[in-house]
């Protein structure tokens, strides 16, 4: 799976967008990105993945650039419960690609 | 919906004494996998299950750790002669399938396993 970068941590002020960027400049076209959050001490939380066009669901929305080199995830009205490890992950479709590999993830912390 | 659950939520034992982790995956979901996160580090796979078999043992650390699979359903990972470095939080994650479309594919995590060898 390609590897991606994101930054260590952000700040995001509660009640405002939290904007989470990732990049994965080495991803191949069969390879899915996927977000995950983990709250302290808690098992990791899947949020959404997409492939290349921009995906929304009730907890974020991923927004694809059309290289696919980047992604941004986006927490619309961030609340003090979204303070978590954020991790951006690519993935290979197809049987053999079952393994998660999570990199060191992005700190977000809302401040009230 | 349920989603994944494990027991115990916490377990201290002493150095050389077996454990036994459980999970119940999400209901219909055929793959099943466990990880361990050490405190500060990233996920280290251990096993995946494609119903109760297990095409992929690869990253269990020694052979005193085993995992089995009942009925399509439960899985239990069993530790045996714990040493300290076992001590790690043990998570659980399950899928409808282990292959195929995304959808299909997406792991979602129970609440894990927090384990302290002494």
């Known amino acids: 799976d390609a590897k991606t970068t994101q930054p260590p941590s952000m700040d995001c002020a509660e009640g405002r967008a939290a904007n989470l960027p990732c990049n994965h400049s080495t991803i191949s076209g069969n390879e899915y990105v996927y977000w995950y959050r983990q709250i302290h001490s808690q098992g990791p939380q899947y949020i959404i993945h997409g492939l290349k066009n921009n995906e929304t669901n009730e907890m974020a929305s991923l927004i694809i650039t059309e290289d696919r080199k980047s992604s941004t995830l986006i927490l619309p009205h961030a609340t003090l419960r979204d303070t978590a490890v954020y991790y951006c992950i690519v993935r290979v479709r197809g049987a053999g690609s079952y393994q998660l590999t999570f990199g060191k993830g992005t700190k977000l912390s809302v401040i009230p | 919906g349920a989603g994944v659950s494990q027991s115990p939520s916490n377990k201290v034992t002493e150095k050389g004494k077996d454990v036994e982790l459980r999970c119940d995956p999400i209901s219909g979901h055929t793959a099943l996998y466990w990880y361990r996160q050490s405190l500060g580090q990233g996920l280290e796979f251990l096993i995946y299950?494609?119903?109760?078999?297990?095409?992929?043992k690869s990253g269990l650390p020694s052979d005193r750790f085993s995992a089995e699979r009942t009925g399509g359903s439960v899985s239990t990972l069993t530790i045996q002669r714990t040493q300290q470095e076992d001590s790690a939080v043990y998570l659980c994650?399950?899928?409808?399938?282990?292959?195929?479309?995304?959808?299909?594919?997406?792991?979602?995590f129970g609440p894990g396993t927090r384990l302290l060898v002494l």
């Open positions: 994650a399950s899928s409808l399938s282990g292959f195929g479309d995304r959808s299909s594919k997406t792991q979602y």
């Open positions: 299950f494609q119903g109760n078999s297990a095409p992929d």
